[in-house]
């Protein structure tokens, strides 16, 4: 799919990346405790007694969690594992009060599932390659250690000790930055529409850990780092970019990769070692004494199943075959749930509107919205989700404009005010008297005037020169000032010019 080399001195080095993705699991309290997971609490403010590791505290788990991890897995077509098993991963460190952490190692929920990207963006079903996931196990997360606080001391917040997490392991598939970006992009997408993570990676509910190694193109595979906690789809391909280069410099200089964990500073866009790279076998793991193995019955599989959306490609694909949208369009559609959700309610609410099927009205309204509308929020610093406008609002303005009560040019200033005011586009319309006129006296005054005052191009035009008809209506609906019903003036102009 992508050819991505590194030019070295030595040759051709091909780039090796895996992706262990940490995504917080949406529901409203932790794995194992009834505690909340709400972002932005006061430090240390939803801390149950098991989070904090207190004698005698046993935990039990959350069946929201383990559901939506199900439902995670069946998204990416994955091996759902009816027995799972939980496990003790023993490390000390002051953000982990109770000494280890409980994962799977040996027995995840989820099994061997995939993830199918593109790197074409006016052409999604185009070279699509198909990125294997190996695993997807659900864990605890740990506190947070802030330095910042105090001048000798650091300070622990406790509120994500215990928050849920998916940790879902790609095979090392990917081979450039691009399709290690894509390949986040797709899955961020695909939790976003089964809800199961909300994927603000800003705010640390979804995360990457980079494993990036080289070889010379065919031979084995080298050794590999781990660069950990990258917050953003730009960051890590910034990061498989700087490693990369990075070690084909150490290699090519004769030295050795080590394997260890190293960490992205997005300020000088570079890697730094952190620790050398433990193995499973440092962590001491061991079968959790506290927690029964997990036995999910066909029932609750089948449950969860039932209850997935629609997925980004399938949606894609019926944009495509059913309502006749171009690829592109289709697949910035529905590559944002939000975005989705809100074209299928500006068509609905258009088809309506104009007593016409969906598929009548879609591409009408795929091209408005991607046009114009995306357009007049970014200009005001909106987003679909906090916009003035809403489907329904938008859905009139089509309307009016589908029923020739406006142009497509006054439109756009319907638009602008509607996003101003919040007022309805029948009401602007009322009020400015911008409704489209089709007085084919008032249409001929004008084009008379201005043939009159063009006589040269009417000359060039009758000579042969027939793309100036353009310029003759250009004018016309500037002196209508934008109203002139655009089909009238056509029809009168090519009259007046014989």
């Known amino acids: 799919m992508s050819n991505y080399r590194i030019q070295g001195a030595t040759g051709e080095w091909e780039v090796i990346i895996g992706l262990e993705v940490h995504a917080q699991i949406t529901t409203a309290a932790k794995l194992f405790s009834g505690a909340a997971t709400a972002f932005g609490a006061e430090p240390n403010a939803q801390v149950s007694l098991i989070d904090a590791a207190m004698p005698g505290m046993l935990p039990v788990p959350n069946q929201e969690c383990i559901r939506q991890a199900v439902r995670t897995g069946l998204a990416i077509d994955a091996q759902i594992n009816s027995y799972s098993r939980f496990d003790r991963k023993n490390y000390f460190y002051a ?4 000494g280890y952490q409980i994962s799977q190692l040996y027995h995840p929920i989820v099994g061997e599932g995939h993830v199918d990207i593109s790197l074409d963006d006016k052409n999604p079903d185009a070279e699509v390659k198909r990125i294997g996931v190996e695993r997807i196990h659900v864990e605890q997360d740990a506190g947070k250690l802030m330095h910042d606080q105090h001048p000798t001391m650091s300070y622990v917040d406790l509120n994500r000790s215990g928050v849920a997490l998916m940790e879902i392991v790609s095979r090392p598939d990917m081979r450039s930055p691009a399709e ?5 992009r797709k899955l961020r997408s695909i939790l976003r529409y089964v809800g199961s993570c909300d994927g603000n990676m800003e705010e640390g509910s979804m995360r990457a850990d980079v494993n990036v190694s080289v070889r010379k193109v065919g031979d084995e595979l080298g050794t590999r780092t781990e660069t950990k906690n990258v917050n953003s789809v730009r960051f890590v ?8 280069n990075r070690q084909v410099d150490v290699l090519e200089s004769g030295g050795k990769i080590v394997q260890e964990t190293r960490l992205f500073d997005p300020d000088t866009g570079t890697t730094r070692s952190m620790r050398s790279k433990e193995d499973a076998h440092d962590y001491r793991y061991f079968p959790d004494p506290d927690l ?10 089948e449950d969860c199943r039932a209850s997935l959306p629609e997925l980004p490609d399938a949606k894609r694909h019926r ?4 309502l006749g949208l171009t690829p592109y369009a289709a697949g910035v559609l529905t590559a944002e749930v939000e975005t989705a959700l809100w074209f299928e309610a500006l068509a609905d609410a258009t088809a309506a509107a104009q007593a016409k099927t969906k598929a009548e009205v879609a591409k009408q ?3 408005w919205l991607l046009s114009e509308f995306f357009g007049a929020l970014n200009k005001i610093g909106r987003t679909l989700e906090n916009s003035p406008v809403g489907p329904e609002a938008a859905a009139e303005l089509l309307a009016l404009v589908g029923n020739s009560t406006i142009s497509g040019t006054i439109a756009k200033q319907v638009l602008e005010k509607m996003l101003e005011t919040g007022d309805g586009a029948g009401v602007i319309v009322e009020r400015e008297g911008l409704k489209q006129t089709s007085d084919t006296g008032a249409i001929d005054a004008a084009i008379a005037g201005i043939l009159a005052a063009n006589a040269d191009k009417v000359a060039q035009y009758k000579g042969g020169k027939e793309a100036l008809f353009g310029f003759f209506v250009g004018q016309t609906m500037k002196v209508m000032q934008g109203k002139a019903n655009p089909q009238v003036v056509n029809e009168l102009l090519k009259k007046a010019l014989g």
């Open 319 to 322: 944009y495509e075959t059913v």
């Open 365 to 367: 309204a795929s091209n």
């Open 95 to 98: 953000d982990l009060p109770q």
């Open 237 to 244: 391909m910034a990061t498989v970019e700087h490693e990369a």
């Open 180 to 184: 290690a970006g894509a390949y986040l």
């Open 292 to 301: 029964l193995p997990l036995v999910l019955e066909p029932g609750f599989i």
